[in-house]
């Protein structure tokens, strides 16, 4: 059965830093695309970061970019995301996200991140 646990988020201080985890089990993350989306309250979920299946490319959405950093450990089978320099525009709730091709597509159940001084 496949899970992602999302952790790591919480309140920070505008231009502080959080890093995201998302631990995946019934599958293995290298062999999946897998990313990261969030949602702001009263917005539709937006997409953050991707790293592809073993190439591992990356993209980010460009407000993201220069300041987030997505990557995986595949020997935790977890995939992060580093925020840095964050702002109060990034507050939401950040879902983990697991792709396999054109087959089903999986989440987490979130971990919110509040923005705020």
């Known amino acids: 059965q496949v899970q992602l646990v999302e952790s790591g988020g919480g309140s920070v201080q505008p231009g502080g830093s959080l890093r995201l985890s998302c631990a995946a089990s019934g599958f293995t993350v290298s062999t999946y695309a897998m990313s990261w989306y969030r949602q702001a309250p009263g917005r539709e979920r937006e997409f953050v970061a991707r790293?592809?299946?073993?190439?591992?490319?990356?993209n980010y959405a460009d407000p993201m970019k220069g300041r987030f950093i997505i990557f995986r450990d595949n020997a935790k089978n977890t995939v992060y995301l580093q925020m840095n320099s964050l702002k109060p525009e990034d507050t939401g709730v950040y879902y983990c996200?697991?792709?396999?091709?054109?087959?089903?597509?999986?989440w987490g159940q979130g971990t919110q991140v509040t923005v705020s001084s």
């Open positions: 996200n697991a792709q396999y091709g054109s087959g089903p597509s999986y």
């Open positions: 790293i592809s299946r073993p190439g591992g490319w990356i």
